[in-house]
């Protein structure tokens, strides 16, 4: 019943700026951390970063300084700001959210599709 829906990839140029969004759907009691998550060509899928619940947010060091996870719970919505975009960043980006289900109160990861992100030189 917990869906896991990313938007807002596109095309943007080096430099550029994108904010993806996590929408998690379904009967939800709560929703705990959210990672992040991307994949490039040929490559395992890595980490980008998390927030809690409490919106404390982690980081991986390629980041920089770049990016930004925040999130809306009224609108069950996470997002990730990203800026001065670099051609490595290209990747699908994946969002992970740990979700306590509102019907039968069972904790558990539930992952989305991904939404592709290119950025050109």
């Known amino acids: 019943q917990v869906q896991v829906v990313e938007s807002g990839g596109g095309l943007v140029q080096s430099g550029g700026s994108l904010r993806l969004s996590c929408v998690v759907s379904?009967?939800?009691?709560?929703?705990?951390?959210v990672y992040w998550f991307r994949e490039a060509p040929e490559r395992q899928r890595e980490l980008v970063g998390s927030?809690?619940?409490?919106?404390?947010?982690n980081y991986e060091p390629f980041v920089k300084g770049r990016f930004a996870i925040s999130r809306d719970d009224a609108k069950n919505t996470i997002h990730l700001q990203m800026n001065s975009l670099k051609p490595e960043d290209t990747a699908v980006y994946f969002c992970?959210?740990?979700?306590?289900?509102?019907?039968?109160?069972?904790?558990?990861?539930?992952w989305g599709q991904g939404t592709r992100v290119t950025v050109s030189s």
């Open positions: 927030i809690t619940k409490e919106s404390a947010t």
């Open positions: 992970k959210a740990t979700v306590q289900d509102g019907t039968v109160f069972t904790t558990d990861e539930y």
């Open positions: 379904g009967k939800i009691f709560r929703i705990y951390t």
